[in-house]
């Protein structure tokens, strides 16, 4: 399984962030399988923004949740991140994970994207 995210880059305070995260080697609708996006911010650990379960129902982070949207396209098997207001401190790089796990304060998965770096700026 792979996955590959694209996104901005660069992007400016209080727009809007976009990014794409692209599955091969396995359907996003696979039973029992949740897709996830998961940032780290500079210098700081991984925190999760929001999942999306097979069926397509969507968990996202309550400190988040506010502006934050998820969605998926089946046909094209590609899960995709919408994160309203940006601010600086939403500046890191933004993961693609497949059924990631909690365990002992950080997250773990089997499967992840390389990462794409985000930075809100001016």
């Known amino acids: 399984v792979q996955l590959q995210e694209s996104g901005p880059g660069v992007i400016e305070p209080s727009q809007r962030l976009s990014l794409t995260c692209t599955v091969s080697?396995?359907?996003?609708?696979?039973?029992?399988?949740?897709w996830a996006w998961i940032r780290q911010p500079p210098g700081k650990g991984l925190e999760w923004i929001v999942t999306?379960?097979?069926?397509?129902?969507?968990f996202l982070s309550p400190s988040l949740k506010s502006r934050t949207f998820i969605s998926r396209d089946t046909s094209k098997n590609r899960v995709y991140l919408q994160m309203n207001s940006l601010k600086p401190e939403d500046t890191g790089v933004y993961y693609c994970?497949?059924?990631?796990?909690?365990?002992?304060?950080?997250?773990?998965?089997?499967?992840w994207g390389q990462g794409t770096q985000v930075t809100v700026s001016s």
């Open positions: 999306i379960d097979y069926s397509g129902r969507s």
């Open positions: 994970a497949g059924d990631p796990v909690y365990v002992g304060g950080t997250w773990y998965s089997d499967y």
């Open positions: 080697g396995d359907s996003i609708t696979t039973n029992d399988v949740g």
